[in-house]
């Protein structure tokens, strides 16, 4: 999918430019981490590209399970889909997403595509890329799991850069 595309569709979503401008950072920084034969380029690029399309509707939590039916109902590929709805910090369990009121299914990142797009967000903050250090410092008020969980992810995907 082409970038034109994913901006199109992000703007058929209601993304502000703000919005987009982080998508295209945060796409910048997750192909820094894409170099492997492994991990798939086009992917990346359009799974970063389009992980906040839910912001076009709501700016909470919500904006991954939004972001995910606009991918649907777009009929966009699953693993995109997968992407949007997994980005969020290092991913929910299913029983953190029941607490925080969202569909109680299991959104941790499990592809390396996965992976990357949701660690790249991390260390995105607008349009600035951020360290790992900040990262955990703005994580504080998370619980513990959930920190350790961004600690891991960050580990994980620096071995790639």
Do not use: W
């Not at 950072?25 to 492997?36: G, H, P």
């Amino acid at each position: 999918m082409r970038e034109s595309d994913c901006i199109s569709l992000l703007r058929r979503a209601g993304c502000t430019e703000e919005v987009i401008a982080h998508c295209r950072a945060v796409r910048d920084l997750a192909l820094t981490y894409a170099s492997d034969p492994l991990v798939d380029r086009d992917l990346i690029e359009a799974g970063a590209l389009l992980h906040d399309i839910g912001r076009g509707v709501t700016h909470d939590l919500h904006h991954a399970e939004a972001g995910g039916a606009i991918c649907r109902s777009f009929g966009l590929d699953g693993a995109i889909v997968a992407i949007v709805e997994r980005h969020i910090g290092a991913g929910l369990t299913a029983d953190e997403c029941s607490l925080l009121g969202l569909v109680p299914r299991d959104c941790v990142p499990r592809t390396l595509e996965e992976k990357i797009v949701a660690h790249a967000d991390n260390l995105v903050k607008g349009t600035r890329i951020i360290t790992m250090e900040e990262r955990l410092g703005d994580a504080i008020a998370l619980p513990v799991q959930q920190r350790k969980r961004i600690c891991r992810l960050g580990l994980e995907i620096e071995l790639f850069r």
